[in-house]
């Protein structure tokens, strides 16, 4: 069963008590107060929750809670505000992050099947621009509410909801943090001869497997 076929607010409010259980100042009353906001959607729910219990420098969990209730919540709208609410905590308006936010994401949402970290950073090591030689933990590391694969390296990388998808590739929603525009075909390109010109000189197996042997099992639960 899905996350969004659990369709009433006393699921979701059992699932916000036990996330936030023990956590100090997250009581009876903030657990009601997250479960009516949340507007029967169990993914905001869920994501409320994590951005609650994530510690960031200088700032309570009461804060967070506090964050989460300022968010707009216009009917339709509610899990866009969580998603830039968790972005903005995460990436800021530091210009270099969000270039290479927008690179990463490009990245992983342009690749024709779902990769793992480690398929990426190959991949990345070899893009025409040495300026995108680093490796995606700088960006994906801080998103683990929002993608799957990020805390297991065997696991392909993809959006853990589809409408986060969605929201990055609509710039009218995701305004600053729009996916969109610069393409990196030239570079996926270039990087995926690179690899197949590797594996036609070598063609061993622990070096094929390197390169595509947890791709392929991260795919095969598309």
């Known amino acids: ?16 008590r036990a996330e936030l259980a023990n956590r100090k100042g997250m009581g009876e009353t903030e657990v009601e ?3 009516r906001k949340s507007d029967g959607l169990f993914e905001w729910a869920r994501l409320a929750c994590q951005f609650i219990k994530t510690s960031s420098p200088g700032r309570t969990v009461r804060e ?3 964050e989460v ?7 339709g709208k509610l899990l866009d505000a969580m998603y830039h609410g968790i972005l903005d905590s995460s990436f800021g308006q530091d210009q270099l992050v969000l270039t290479r936010f927008y690179s990463v994401m490009q990245q992983v949402l342009s690749t024709f099947e779902p990769l793992p970290m480690h398929a990426l950073n190959a991949m990345r090591a070899m893009f025409l621009d040495q300026a995108e030689h680093y490796e995606v ?32 590739t609509d710039a009218s929603r ?12 030239v570079n996926l390109a270039s990087a995926s001869l690179c690899i197949l010109h590797i594996l ?3 063609s061993t197996k622990d070096q094929i497997y390197y390169w595509t ?8 639960g598309k």
């Open 33 to 35: 107060q997250l479960a």
């Open 64 to 66: 967070r809670f506090d």
């Open 213 to 220: 042997g947890n791709a392929s099992e991260g795919s095969t």
């Open 200 to 202: 036609d000189e070598t």
């Open 1 to 16: 069963m899905s996350l969004d076929d659990i369709p009433t607010e006393d699921d979701i409010r059992l699932y916000v």
């Open 174 to 185: 995701s305004r600053n943090y729009f996916i969109g525009g610069q393409t990196m075909d």
């Open 137 to 168: 933990e700088v960006i994906l590391g801080f998103m683990g509410p929002l993608l799957g694969g990020v805390t297991d390296a065997s696991k392909p990388i993809r959006p853990l909801h589809a409408s986060f998808y969605d929201f990055l």
């Open 69 to 75: 209730m300022r968010q707009g919540s216009e009917k």
